[in-house]
């Protein structure tokens, strides 16, 4: 899809398993079930979205998925690898790039199933994958994701962020930032506290990257919000106000962790938010 002279595509890591009631928080099951529907072990298949931009000349991807550093008991929990979907390295491999073509990642925040695949093992040790990026990231979320809460801790993953500061390669941000023309990082506190949207302009349009802000279409009522979020009572401020902009601005919509739906039009119909899918190839 082209915004202007900016074209992007939207790839992904493959699926993921997490749990159906953490991923609602205090919205019951009988109700967030009839949207995404519960395995034996109450996790539900979510998918690990990456978009991919060419412009200028270069080639951006941001996020990364959770890469194949994973051990076999978090492999297990979060049912990663284990289906024939091909993974992020095979779709830009599809397209014919390669890691040594992307010249800049950006980092969302630093939780695993956003940034695992910016690093690979080689010769027994986490090296950067794309080895000619330049990685971006919140100043703020590298200094967390160094120093977690007990209670987030488990989303992050050393060997994901370390290799990047030990070869040179963070870009660090401080605050909202135009990173490439057309292409700006929003920080959007809630699911925690340095988590930056994206917003895509060119042509006339815009599309934006709601993230964690709004993983799924299945949480766009505002109330429906995540248990992992830091700042919940943030998250739904924010909420309100980036839904109703894209609904109101004809914006189109990116879903991190949607996998039947990673793109849509969202419009307001009597007081609640209903989405009309767009494929994004």
Not at 66 to 79: M, P, Q, S, T, W
Request: a negative charge.
């Amino acid at each position: 899809m082209n915004l202007g002279d900016l074209e992007f595509h939207i790839l992904s890591d493959g699926p993921f398993f997490l749990d159906g009631g953490a991923m609602f928080g205090v919205i019951p099951r009988p109700l967030w079930e009839k949207k995404a529907a519960p395995d034996s072990r109450n996790r539900i298949r979510l998918a690990m979205n990456s978009v991919l931009i060419r412009t200028g000349g270069q080639w951006v991807l941001i996020e990364t998925g959770a890469g194949n550093k994973l051990d076999a008991k978090r492999r297990d929990i979060f049912g990663i690898g284990d289906g024939p979907e091909l993974r992020l390295p095979q779709q830009l491999a599809a397209r014919g790039l390669r890691p040594e073509d992307i010249s800049l990642v950006i980092n969302t925040h630093l939780h695993f199933d956003h940034c695992g695949g910016n690093t690979r093992f080689e010769g027994g040790r986490a090296v950067p994958a794309f080895p000619n990026a330049r990685y971006v990231v919140q100043r703020g979320e590298l200094d967390w994701a160094r120093n977690p809460s007990e209670r987030d801790r488990g989303s992050y993953i050393p060997e994901n962020f370390e290799p990047i500061a030990e070869a040179g390669k963070w870009r660090l941000l401080d605050g909202d930032t135009e990173i490439l023309p057309g292409i700006e990082l929003i920080v959007v506190p809630g699911h925690n506290r340095d988590m930056q949207c994206v917003r895509l302009t060119g042509g006339g349009k815009t599309a934006f990257l709601f993230v964690d802000l709004v993983p799924t279409t299945a949480h766009l009522p505002l109330h429906w919000i995540m248990s992992f979020d830091l700042y919940p009572m943030l998250t739904l401020e924010n909420k309100r106000t980036w839904i109703a902009q894209a609904a109101r601005d004809r914006w189109l919509c990116l879903f991190s962790h949607d996998e039947k739906v990673p793109a849509a039009y969202v419009r307001e119909v009597d007081g609640k938010y209903e989405f009309d899918p767009v494929i994004v190839d």
